[in-house]
Every structure is written in structure tokens, then in C-alpha cells.
């Protein structure tokens, strides 16, 4: 049983950054992706960017250039760094982890979330 606990959210103006953190206990290890979601009110959840336990990555194109998603597997732990952030990146982030293939965008191949961020960018 994987836990994941997201911090870091809150409110920025727009062309600000903020950096989310996962930090990952329980039946932890290094040998499974780790990926953010966000979920917009009256929206889908959908992929933000997500890394395999080698270090790949993939984002969703909205974010391509201005998001980094990274891990430290010493400490158990995901990031995502964002930057020239819009109002439109207004969302609930969500940390997940253990997906059954790799690459994927799909949430359904994620096993392990965490309870959510608010992210807020103002205009």
C-alpha cells in the first residue's frame, strides 16, 4: 500500500511559480512511475506531466515548456514545478503513483492517489 501526500498549492497572480511536492509512505520504492493530475470544476481529471522510475517524462501540451516534473527516490518523494503560470492552470493537483504501463496519460492506470492541492492563478 502506497500513501501520497501533496503540499504546496495556494494562490499566485499569473506569471508566477509554485512547486508541488508528493511525499510518498508505505510500501514505498523506486521502481514505479509517479505522475500529477489536475481536475478543474466541471471538468475531467486529466494528466498534467508524469516520470517512470527511469526518468522518463511526459506532459500534457498545455503545460509543455513551462512545467517539470521531477523525483527524488532517496526521499521518497515527487515534485512539479511550475512556472508563467495562467488562470487556466486553476485546478485541484493530485499526486498519483504506480502505474500498471509505461508511457501513459491515462488516470485508470495510476493506483495510488493523494487527497489534492488547490491551485489557484488569479488574472
Known amino acids: 500500500q502506497v500513501q501520497l501526500v501533496e503540499s504546496g498549492g495556494g494562490l499566485v497572480q499569473a506569471g508566477g511559480s509554485l512547486r508541488l511536492s508528493c511525499a510518498v509512505s508505505?510500501?514505498?520504492?523506486?521502481?514505479?512511475?509517479m505522475g500529477w493530475f489536475r481536475q478543474a470544476p466541471g471538468k475531467q481529471r486529466g494528466l498534467v506531466a508524469a516520470i517512470s522510475s527511469g526518468g522518463s517524462t511526459n506532459y500534457a501540451d498545455s503545460v509543455k515548456g513551462r512545467f517539470t516534473i521531477s523525483r527524488d527516490n532517496a526521499k521518497n518523494s515527487a515534485s512539479l514545478q511550475m512556472s508563467s503560470l495562467k488562470p487556466e492552470d486553476t485546478a485541484v493537483y493530485y499526486c498519483?503513483?504506480?502505474?500498471?504501463?509505461?508511457?501513459?496519460?491515462?488516470?485508470?492506470?495510476?493506483?495510488?492517489w493523494g487527497q489534492g492541492t488547490q491551485v489557484t492563478v488569479s488574472s
Open positions: 508505505g510500501r514505498t520504492s523506486s521502481r514505479y512511475c
Open positions: 498519483a503513483a504506480v502505474c500498471s504501463r509505461w508511457p501513459t496519460t491515462n488516470l485508470a492506470d495510476f493506483g495510488s
